[in-house]
Each structure stands twice: as structure tokens, then as C-alpha cells.
């Protein structure tokens, strides 16, 4: 009897225990993009209006199929808000923005970055993870709605009760809670807030980019001849220098900045024994973070790129660029983008570099370091000795050096300039250089490696100048932003530092009136320009009258 009776009573228990996990399912799950947003688990005490919503309009659905239906709709919806509410989490914290639905083709980039910090099996553990938890939230938060519905169904009128006082009760704390100005512990709706913020942003999105097809064409240079261009810069190699991640954080963060403006300070020492002046100030960096192209485009074209979306709009049009007007004047261009693996249309089709060096084809024969494939300084000494020696006429250059990439680990040593070779001197330096997987344990570590990153690349831009004998040599030296919030810290700016290096007093006569400060580290009263203003100054300071 005692066994049967257990037999009874076990299938009770685990109905209610089913019934239990259910309604946790229905409260919490819908929550879960608004405690993403806030950070608080708090967030997660409410309840939300999805479910409310989702249970009503199944108890008026007499048919099996079709509540199944309405079911997996909501498994799907709140599925995507916790989808779009994590990668939006993600982009505020590297990037400081947020994610707009037109820029998914970057999240193949985002997975890159992590693979290059962590490896790319833990990467794809990670990454098949995550779409695990997002499959099985949608699926719980589906059979939640069924299994409560079901249960409703079984009590009849009392269950219609027990839905219509939980209804009465979400409207009275959505009307009382605003005009009494408390936290609502009942009223929610993170998941319809979480999609309708996406579509709210795509909607602005579509909205910029209307403006900026607006703002491409209307250019008072892209008409100016070939001779009218640059004409107080003939004869001259100009480089336009980025260095990645290289963010006012690096002259000014704990930790970071000390070592970063000793580089600095012997720099003006040593380019001042070679004859060299230097004049820097700030640029406003469109970018945060990463997503460096975009900072890129901006310097190069006068228009403000701040998406992937802009860019993607903007790479389309016969913007006049910095490299095209260099290139109209008479200069041979040249991009020369380490981190590149594989064929880059844009360069040639908008940018119209003649030339595109990249990690396939400028011949390094030593080991990988992270992201940066190839050390800054083998970049500059093959571009020096392949490109600016080798050339009959004078060179425009894009060169991005990106050492300073995150993870920033593990990272190259300098090197004399005669010995960087093929690169094979660096073989033995991984050994001695922390691996990311260790440097990304603690906070404070990574900072301390960012510095050292920096350091590094700046080392290797004074290196170039120190071995290179060109009195002609110009060089426009920038970040392209700053680096993750990991490092700079909640509500940093985008400033980034900026400077012009040349040995002929011409150069920076040209640009008196731009008011810049002396020397490799701005100060703070040096001026803070927007990164899209700089190409119109440029062309207006060294002879493009437009």
C-alpha cells in the first residue's frame, strides 16, 4: 500500500516541481536582457509584461497547434533579446557603444580578436557555448509558457483568477510606480525593450547614412586638378603613421603613462639630434576600442564613420581620400597593413593605392606574435628598404602598426635596425614575452602590457626615423583609438595623440597657424580636433585650395 501510494504521490511532486521551474522560466528568462544592460541581478526580481502578454493570449487559443505556435514565436523573441542584449553588453564594454544590427558582419572580427587572446579551440568553446545557453533559453522560456498554460487550463476559472490578479496587478505598478518615483519590483519589459532598442538603433543608422551620402558629396576638393594638390609637399615622402590603440590613456593612465612618455621624451631628444621637429595636438577618434578601419576612413576621407554601416556606405562613393589626392599629384601610393591575410578590394577600388603590402607578401620569416602576425619594426624596416629606397619617385603611405593590438601579449623585443633581416632573429622571443591567456587574468596586468605594447611601437617608429636618411621624409603619426575600457576605464574619451614629423622647417611653418604643441606628447592645452576634420586642414595647410 505504501508503495503504491508512493507511486501516487512521486508524479504530484514532480508535476509541481515542473510547474515550479516553469514559472521561474517565465519570470526570469524575459529579464535577462535588462539585467544585462544594467549589470544587476536585481533586474531579475521582477515581473515581466512578455509572459503576462504570452499566457493571456494563449488562454484564448482553443487550438493545440496554434498555442505551440505562439509559443515558439515568444521562445524565439526572448531568444533574440538575450542574443541581442549579450552582444550588445560586449560592445559597450570593448567599444563603448552599442551594437547596431547592420555592423553583424563584425562580429566575425570580434571573434578573431578573442582567438587571437585566448586561441581558437577555447575561442569555439566558448562561442559554441554561448549559443548553447541562448538555444536553451529560448526552449525554456517556450516550454515555460506551455507548461503554465497548461496548469492554468487544468484549474479552469481559478487558474483565469490567479492570471487576471497577476494582470491587475503588473497595471496598477506600471501606473503607481512613476509618479511615486520608486524602483518598480513588478512592471518590466527587458526583452521587448532589449529588440526595440535594436530596431531603434537600426532605424538611426539608416537615418546616418541617408546623411552621409548627403555629406559625401558635398566635397570643395574633389574637383580641385591634379597640379592644384598638395603642391607645398612635392617632392616629399609622406607617411600617415597609425598606431593601434594608441589612446590618450597611453600619455596619462596609472600604470601605463610613465613608461609611454619616458619613449616619448627621449624620441625629442633623439630626433632633434637628427635634424628632425615635431608638432602634436589631439584628434576626437570616431571609433573606441577597436574596429580600427573606421578611424582609418575617417582621417583619409573628412567624413565621420562611426559605424560599420557609414563605412560600408562611404567605401561605395568616389569620396576624394587623402591616398587618391596623393595619388592624382604625382606620388606613388602604397598601403602597407601587416594584420591583412587576405584580399582587400577597398584599398584599390576606393582608397587607389598602386601598391598593397600585407602579411602575404613582404616576405617575414619569423614567428607570430598574437594579432600582430608581423613585429612593427620588421614592417618598417622592409617598408624602408623594399619601398621608400627602392622607389623613383616620391611615396605616399598608409602603415598601420599593430604590435599594439590587444591582447597585447606576447609581444616583440626591439632589435639593432641592421639585424631585423627576415624576422627570424625574433624566433626565440615568445619564450621570453608573458602569453595572453596569463595576461588577461588580472586587470591591472593587461594595462601594464598595453604600456608596454605602446612602448614597443613607438620604439620602433624612432628606430625608423633614426636609420632612415631621408631629408624629404614626412611623417603623420596618430592613434587610431583608444584601447578597451579594460584599460582606459569607464567614460574615457577617444582622444588620441597626433603628431607631424619632418626635417624640412617648411612643413611645420605650414601649419603655425594650427597651433600645436612642440614636440611627440601633446599637452593638455594643446587642440582637440575631430578626427574628420583633419584631411580639409590638411589639404588647405599644404596647398589645396579648395
Known amino acids: 500500500m505504501s508503495t503504491m501510494s508512493g507511486q501516487r504521490v512521486a508524479p504530484v511532486w514532480r508535476r509541481r516541481l515542473a510547474l515550479a521551474g516553469a514559472i521561474a522560466a517565465l519570470v526570469v528568462l524575459p529579464l535577462i536582457p535588462g539585467a544585462l544592460a544594467t549589470g544587476s541581478v536585481v533586474d531579475l526580481v521582477r515581473i515581466p509584461v512578455e509572459s503576462i502578454v504570452v499566457l493571456l493570449v494563449l488562454t484564448l487559443i482553443p487550438w493545440r497547434m496554434l498555442r505551440l505556435a505562439v509559443a515558439t514565436a515568444f521562445a524565439v523573441f526572448v531568444a533574440v533579446a538575450v542574443l541581442l542584449a549579450s552582444i550588445d553588453r560586449g560592445y559597450e564594454a570593448a567599444l563603448g557603444i552599442h551594437f547596431v544590427p547592420l555592423d553583424w558582419l563584425q562580429l566575425g572580427d570580434a571573434y578573431g580578436v578573442v582567438a587571437s587572446a585566448i586561441g581558437p579551440g577555447p575561442a569555439s568553446a566558448v562561442f559554441t557555448a554561448a549559443v548553447a545557453v541562448i538555444v536553451a533559453v529560448g526552449i525554456a522560456a517556450g516550454w515555460g509558457a506551455l507548461r503554465v498554460d497548461a496548469a492554468l487550463r487544468r484549474r479552469g476559472d481559478g487558474g483565469r483568477s490567479a492570471l487576471a490578479t497577476v494582470t491587475v496587478a503588473w497595471i496598477v505598478m506600471a501606473a503607481v510606480a512613476p509618479p511615486l518615483r520608486i524602483q518598480d519590483p513588478v512592471a518590466a519589459a527587458a526583452s521587448a525593450a532589449s529588440v526595440g532598442s535594436a530596431v531603434s538603433r537600426t532605424v538611426s543608422a539608416l537615418e546616418t547614412r541617408a546623411r552621409v551620402a548627403r555629406d559625401v558629396v558635398e566635397d570643395p576638393f574633389a574637383t580641385l586638378p591634379a597640379a592644384d594638390l598638395l603642391t607645398s609637399l612635392q617632392g616629399k615622402d609622406v607617411l600617415f603613421v597609425f598606431v593601434e590603440s594608441y589612446g590618450r590613456v597611453a600619455l596619462e593612465g596609472d600604470r601605463i603613462s610613465e613608461g609611454v612618455n619616458d619613449v616619448l621624451r627621449r ?56 591616398s587618391a589626392a596623393f595619388g592624382r599629384a604625382g606620388w606613388r601610393t602604397v598601403s602597407d597593413v601587416p594584420s591583412n591575410r587576405h584580399p582587400w578590394d577597398v584599398g584599390t577600388s576606393f582608397y587607389h593605392y598602386d601598391t598593397l603590402l600585407d602579411a602575404t607578401n613582404v616576405d617575414y620569416r619569423g614567428p607570430s606574435f598574437g594579432y600582430a602576425r608581423v613585429p612593427d619594426q620588421y614592417t618598417l624596416k622592409h617598408f624602408a628598404d623594399r619601398v621608400l629606397a627602392a622607389s623613383d619617385r616620391p611615396v605616399m603611405a598608409e602603415l598601420d602598426l599593430v604590435s599594439s593590438h590587444t591582447p597585447w601579449a606576447p609581444l616583440p623585443e626591439l632589435v639593432p635596425w641592421g639585424e631585423v633581416g627576415d624576422g627570424s632573429i625574433y624566433d626565440d622571443q615568445p619564450a621570453r614575452s608573458q602569453q595572453a591567456s596569463e595576461v588577461w587574468k588580472d586587470p591591472r596586468t593587461v594595462q601594464r602590457y598595453y604600456g608596454r605594447s605602446v612602448e614597443y611601437t613607438l620604439g620602433s617608429m624612432l628606430s625608423f626615423l633614426e636609420n632612415v636618411d631621408d631629408p624629404n621624409l614626412v611623417v603623420v603619426m596618430l592613434g587610431d583609438h583608444q584601447p578597451a575600457a579594460i584599460v582606459s576605464g569607464d567614460g574615457a574619451t577617444r582622444d588620441v595623440p597626433i603628431s607631424v614629423i619632418a626635417k624640412d622647417p617648411a612643413v611645420l611653418d605650414a601649419i603655425t597657424d594650427w597651433n600645436w604643441t612642440p614636440g611627440l606628447r601633446p599637452s593638455d592645452a594643446s587642440p582637440v580636433w575631430r578626427m574628420d576634420a583633419f584631411r580639409d586642414r590638411f589639404f588647405a595647410a599644404y596647398g589645396s585650395a579648395g
Open 267 to 322: 624620441g625629442d631628444e633623439t630626433l632633434g639630434a637628427h635634424g628632425y621637429a615635431t608638432r602634436s595636438a589631439w584628434l576626437t577618434s570616431p571609433t573606441y576600442g577597436g574596429v580600427s578601419w573606421l578611424a582609418h576612413s575617417t582621417l583619409q576621407t573628412g567624413v565621420w564613420v562611426d559605424s560599420q554601416a557609414v563605412y560600408d556606405l562611404v567605401v561605395r562613393t568616389d569620396r576624394l581620400t587623402l
